[in-house]
């Protein structure tokens, strides 16, 4: 698979089964986020998720009350990366992880690991100085995305897209 392929193939994971993905392809994927372009030297850090305890305690402090007791904001992925960073003025901690996270998204995509981009359980997890300490996320650095990582039964087609809001000023 080259590049544009993909690219092109990649689509978000949202039911994974209990398969785990092999310590190689996560050395590779973790290296293509390590390979992603980088605004003024601020280093991203992963914290690669695969205690089930500590999973679950994300999982819960993420569950916001009008959700389904079981809702699974990682949809069954038994591999959570979270990046994190600190925090920056102009935004190179969150545009440093967005590349990193393209990069092992795309990775997986060629790997033949499912994934995808979470943003959604963040937000609880900043809140909790004891969890964030439990993923070795280190003083000072935030958590700013997270991804699932794993096998699935799902292979949701490649996406119909239009190129669309561009203007050529030439
Ligand atoms: C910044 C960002 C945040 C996202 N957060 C979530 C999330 O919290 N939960 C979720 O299910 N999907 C999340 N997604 C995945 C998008 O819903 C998904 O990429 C989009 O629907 C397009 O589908 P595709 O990835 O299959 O092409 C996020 C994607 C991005 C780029």
Redesign the pocket.
């Known amino acids: 698979m080259n590049t544009l392929e993909a690219i092109k193939a990649?689509?978000?994971i949202?039911n994974y089964n209990s398969t785990p993905v092999e310590d190689e392809k996560l050395k590779t994927i973790l290296e293509a986020g390590a390979h992603a372009p980088n605004g003024a030297g601020v280093e991203v850090f992963y914290s690669v998720v695969r205690n089930c305890e500590v999973l679950e305690e994300i999982r819960s402090l993420a569950r916001t009350p009008n959700q389904a007791p079981d809702y699974d904001?990682f949809?069954g992925a038994t591999t959570v990366v979270v990046l994190s960073a600190e925090p920056h003025p102009i935004g190179c901690d969150q545009a440093n992880a967005?590349c990193a996270a393209e990069n092992m998204l795309l990775a997986a995509t060629e790997l033949g690991v499912g994934s995808?981009?979470?943003?959604?359980?963040v937000l609880a997890l900043k809140n909790d100085a004891a969890t964030m300490q439990k993923i070795n996320i280190p003083e000072g650095k935030v958590p700013l995305?997270g991804i699932a990582l794993g096998y699935s039964d799902e292979a949701?087609a490649a996406?119909e897209v239009a190129i669309k809001n561009v203007t050529y000023i030439d």
Not at 116 to 121: A, E, K, R
Request: no cysteine; glycine share 6%.
């Open positions: 990649r689509r978000s949202r904001p949809y967005a995808i981009y979470l943003l959604g359980f995305l949701p996406r």
